[in-house]
């Protein structure tokens, strides 16, 4: 078993009611913008809560995008227990909608995301069919407490007009097949996703599902260490409170003008070695290069339009962000 120390952030607005019951409350993390903000929903497993790590709230509002971490049942057993949450979920979203103005959200940039349970009573309403749904996110999703496949089952709700999906899992295929007493059995199995995965692909919908799985054999064990770059990707395009004209986050990393035109700047504010990797709109790689302190790019060969940056050392991803030349 795999434990991590998480520090949780402060949120900006907590406890905030979007029902009568004691459970329907959420958690508002508010990014600082004078454009309405892309909004991230998280809901979390069965054994958590809606606190979320300082890291990821961090990266995400100073990127533009405010979060919302909701409650509901906790835990989940049985597919009452679920039908009760894709109930308490409509009526969360209707309620962020109704009150999108109070906090600066745009309602046409949504990403869902929910670990285990939280993918469960997200993903009814995540794969209604949903233009201003941009993605999904989710760790260890749709575990298999499923039950009775004529009950409920997850594929079936799969349309052509399914968003992006990104399932990240921290076991093997397989795990789940495995005895109970195995040390490697979870009910988080990644096949569960790929039986996703085959639906998007039998849709011709192939190039918008992501799975990577085995986590537990990387030294990056953290859930959130793909939501960002994700984010950037799915949300509607030149959306201004996604684009800052420096981006510089706890990573220590500035990176600018943008947008950009000629030239692109990179600074590290210690004596770190790093590489930049420059993506297009496209995930084709098309700059890897060292960085040490500060570094300039001629970007005068590269066509106008979005482009995606990672800074990585040896063992993790430092930063990651949306550019844009112009």
Known sequence: MVYLTIVAFGQDYPHVPYGTLS????????????????????????????????????????????????????????????????????????????????????????????????????????????????????????????????????????????????????????CSTLPPTAPNFDIHDPNNGYKICNKYTSLGIGSRDTLIWGMELTNNKDKYQYLLNFALKVIKPYSPAAINPVFSDNSGILVFPNPFSNQLSFSLSDNESATIILYDFLSRKILQQPLTNSTTINTQQFDDGIYFYQVVNSTRIIANGKIIKN
């Open 23 to 174: 459970r329907q409350f959420l958690d508002i993390y508010k990014a600082p913008s004078t454009h309405p903000t892309p909004v991230y929903f998280d809901a979390h497993g069965n054994a958590g809560d809606t606190s979320m790590p300082s890291s990821i709230v961090t990266s995400l509002k100073s990127n533009g995008i405010s979060i919302v971490a909701w409650e509901s049942l906790t835990p989940i057993n049985n597919i009452f227990d679920i039908q009760t949450g894709w109930a308490d979920a409509e009526l969360m979203f209707k309620w962020v909608k109704a009150n999108a103005a109070s906090y600066n959200f745009d309602t046409t940039n949504f990403i869902i995301g929910g670990t285990s349970r939280g993918s469960i009573l997200s993903w009814k309403y995540g794969q209604r069919p949903n233009p201003n749904t941009r993605g999904l996110y989710m760790y260890n999703a749709l575990p298999s407490v499923w039950g009775d496949s004529l009950t409920w089952w997850p594929p079936n709700d799969v349309k052509v007009t399914a968003p992006p999906v990104f399932f990240l899992y921290l076991k093997e295929p397989g």
